[in-house]
């Protein structure tokens, strides 16, 4: 029985090791399709077969890994083959697949493709579509390459369509995502995008600074090869183009034929064709008389007919409808016409309105086309419309998304800074006796650790006046008390000198108590000037709402608040005012605030040597401020704060 059973044990564990060794041949059998379809050398076809039977295996294992390789790999040899149709289906499967498993990197990856394979079907508003839930998503796990890809491809979309003010909307907003990183490629291209834009919008300085962005990352870029050499081309093209609209001719040319004479642009025939179409443009834009041009125009048509560059041929037909308009109506029409066909095969919208314009102005009845051009034209607007209200919608999620993550950050802040304050406030109690002697040695080692120069001269006079207080206001009032209740305990006035003890003590206190900087400042600095009113003094404050506070730095309000104190203090101790005036006023560089009062003024001598005047003068200085003040003897006391907002 016993042999029975370890005969039995021993039969399955060398079954068990046979199906693990199947199944590891199998896997590296399927393995070798996945690197054959990946074959330069073979072509498109057998390539396709080899991703077919690797994602045939990768289905019968019910490998998700596996099956998004082949997924990935059979659309990319799809959309090379152009078979768009065909890849949009196995890129919804592989959509699919990544929801099932909530996989959002594979989700986007998805997203991304089906707006690749219907932008290179001609279908650019679903394209648009796609590209913009890819960047929805790309931007919920703040994966900041892929949202300024999309965008790139969303701002090129549109300028394709020829909504040059949305595309120049969505290249800003996708370098305001890559500006700070090394993803030169997109951020030049985009760079591009806004340039081009600013072309057709006739803003040509724009364009040129924009265009010389795009180059100067370029030149820097090359070493570490994130941008080829034909972008760089690509750039200095539409700066030719920018410079011919300027009127610079001579420039743009020369610029044009160092282009062409590049052998990079020689080798590539669609470039050196486009290039070649815009100098023989340029040229007859500076000579009408040039027949250079016209050689440069027809040859640049003869390379576009070989390569079948459709795109091409309908930028050169429109050349050449525009290079024989005046001089032979005939050919003219012969080459518009030839672009509108050619932009009725690729369904371009903006170049069917293009051609069929000049069609209009050379043939005599032009009824079909009339309608067509309409049809046409409601279709672009509409296809325009419905990108920008997607985007509008996704930007502005996008702007909520952030308004809300500043108001947790704000909210997080502000409770560490009050929990800050708190237990910086428990110290200041426990160690509120021994300050006084500790405070060289304190302001020392605040010299040497955190502060400039100029704020622990502010902390030392700070500390200093204090000190200066509670010796000669408290100290002496204490001792005289003391003296009093020793030679008499029956002294009648000694309730009042504890009071008045009191009352100096609390006006100490409120000379240096916190307050806060938040969206309260205002009402916070209005109690604090109020609070120097009395029956013998009346304060007016003029137009504080009007200060946009919130935009001004948390630094700088402390500042002021500190400021607008020590006049007050002067005024209350000195001035003996029985009016004084505060005015806020808000320019659009900077804030100022006037301070008047009706008292009995101050000498220049005694505002030469004012401690507190010479404070506040100090502080507005370090933020770039000043404070200006006039006064005489009694004629009451002005000063004048200004500083940059």
Not at 505 to 527: K, V
Request: hydrophobic letters at 35%.
């Amino acid at each position: 029985m016993r042999v029975l059973i370890l005969c039995t044990v021993s039969y399955s564990f060398c079954q068990s090791n046979n199906q693990k060794f199947l199944s590891r041949e199998k896997l590296d059998s399927i393995n070798q399709y996945y690197i054959l379809s990946n074959q330069d050398s073979l072509s498109i076809e057998y390539r396709l077969q080899y991703a077919t039977s690797f994602l045939e295996g990768a289905l019968l294992f019910k490998k998700d890994s596996l099956i998004y390789k082949g997924l990935m790999r059979k659309t990319r040899l799809l959309g090379q083959k152009k078979e768009y149709n065909t890849a949009i289906i196995y890129s919804r499967q592989l959509y699919d697949l990544a929801k099932k498993n909530l996989d959002t990197i594979y989700m986007i990856k998805a997203f991304s493709k089906l707006g690749i394979y219907h932008k290179n079907d001609n279908q650019l508003n679903n394209a648009f579509k796609y590209y913009n839930e890819a960047f929805k998503l790309a931007r919920t796990i703040k994966d900041t390459l892929r949202i300024g890809e999309v965008l790139l491809k969303m701002a090129n979309i549109q300028t394709s369509l020829g909504d040059h003010s949305g595309s120049k909307t969505t290249a800003v907003e996708g370098v305001k995502y890559l500006e700070k990183t090394n993803y030169l490629k997109r951020l030049s291209g985009l760079y591009h995008i806004i340039s081009v834009a600013n072309l057709e919008q006739k803003n040509y300085k724009e364009a040129l600074k924009y265009n010389e962005y795009a180059l100067i990352l370029g030149r820097d870029s090359l070493a570490i090869k994130d941008i080829g050499v034909n972008n760089i081309l690509i750039f200095k093209n539409t700066k030719a183009l920018i410079l011919a609209n300027q009127g610079n001719y001579e420039q743009s040319i020369a610029l044009l034929k160092r282009i062409i004479s590049d052998t990079i642009t020689q080798e590539d025939k669609r470039e050196y064709a486009r290039v070649l179409g815009n100098l023989g443009y340029i040229q007859w834009l500076q000579d009408k008389e040039n027949k250079n041009s016209e050689i440069s125009l027809f040859k640049a048509l003869k390379i576009r007919k070989e390569i079948n560059d459709k795109k091409g041929l309908i930028a050169s037909n429109i050349g050449l409808a525009k290079y024989y308009f005046e001089k032979d109506k005939n050919k003219a029409l012969e080459y518009a016409e030839a672009a509108y066909h050619n932009a009725k095969k690729l369904y371009s919208l903006t170049s069917i309105l293009q051609s069929l314009d000049f069609i209009f102005k050379l043939r005599e009845n032009t009824n079909k086309e009339a309608k067509i051009y309409s049809q046409i034209h409601n279709k672009l607007e509409e296809v325009n419309q419905s990108n920008r209200e997607i985007y509008a919608v996704t930007k502005y999620e996008n702007d909520n998304l952030t308004n809300e993550n500043l108001v947790l950050k704000a909210q997080k802040a502000q409770q560490e800074f009050e929990t800050a304050r708190q237990r910086t406030q428990k110290i200041m109690y426990l160690l509120g006796s021994v300050i006084l002697i500790l405070s060289g040695g304190f302001v020392f080692y605040l010299l040497q650790q955190r502060y400039k120069r100029e704020k622990i001269r502010e902390v030392y006079d700070a500390e200093t006046r204090i000190s200066k207080k509670l010796h000669d206001e408290l100290a002496n009032d204490v001792y005289n008390v003391m003296i009093q209740i020793q030679n008499d305990q029956n002294t009648p006035d000694v309730l009042d000198k504890l009071e008045e003890i009191y009352n100096t003590t609390r006006d100490i206190s409120r000379e240096h108590n916190s307050f806060t900087t938040g969206e309260n400042y205002a009402a916070e600095l209005t109690n604090m000037l109020s609070g120097y009113s009395s029956n013998a003094t009346k304060i007016i404050i003029k137009d504080i709402e009007d200060v946009n506070w919130e935009s001004v730095d948390p630094e700088k309000k402390i500042i002021v608040h500190r400021t607008l104190q020590e006049l007050m203090i002067n005024m209350k101790k000195h001035s003996e005012a029985e009016l004084v005036a505060v005015t806020f006023k808000k320019t659009l560089k900077s804030i100022g605030i006037s301070y008047a009062d009706n008292g009995i003024g101050v000498s220049e001598n005694e505002i030469k040597y004012s401690n507190g005047l010479r404070n506040a003068e100090n502080r507005i200085k370090t933020i770039g401020g000043s404070f200006i003040f006039d006064s005489e003897k009694g004629k009451g006391f002005r000063a004048r704060i200004s500083f940059p907002n």
